[in-house]
């Protein structure tokens, strides 16, 4: 190393800075490391208000007890702020239901639609603008504009698009449905 026209041997004059390299690399690593925390400590109250809050959270999942429900009854309950029809189907709905494909309008099979054929279970409004349909022998009727859907959810006659949606459900038992969770 050689000394400076200042006299001072710890500047090299090519670059006039400190020769202490790891001194300066670990400086400047340094302030990176504590830039980056206080990047994440600043950003991190706005990434965990992403998350659902409680009450939201707490009606993502909705257990049913279905043990009571009588074939060929229906039952409407909520989940996530819409009606759900579970629908336990007589094993004459099952046949027929099993043997038509639906309508050309939205085709699709029974068995795409249902877990278990004795159990239907659907958001309970109808595709076209959201009404509720009411539930008679041959399917559900909605009352607003004449959609028609069978016993399986299928659309039969517009002016709905599609068939009835299905949501993601398990059976826990025999006697309980939990809605909200495949």
Known sequence: MTTSETGNPEIDNKTNLPDE?????????ATCVVAGAGI???TWPFISSM??????????????????????????????SKPVFIYHRP????SAMQNSKGSDIDPQADEERVQNPEWLVVIGLCTHLGCVPTKKSEGWFCPCHGSR??????????????????????????????????
């Open 149 to 182: 859907y069978d016993n399986s959810g299928r659309v039969l006659r517009g002016p709905a698009p599609k068939n009835l949606y299905l949501l993601p459900y398990q059976f826990v038992s025999a006697e309980k449905l939990l809605l909200g969770k495949a």
């Open 51 to 80: 998350n659902p809050a409680s009450n939201v959270l707490s009606k993502s999942t909705v257990e049913v007890d279905i043990s009571k429900i009588q074939s060929g009854e229906t039952k409407t309950v909520e989940w996530q």
């Open 40 to 42: 994440v400590a600043a």
């Open 91 to 94: 094993q004459t709905q099952i």
């Open 21 to 29: 390299p790891d001194r300066r690399q670990f400086i400047e690593k």
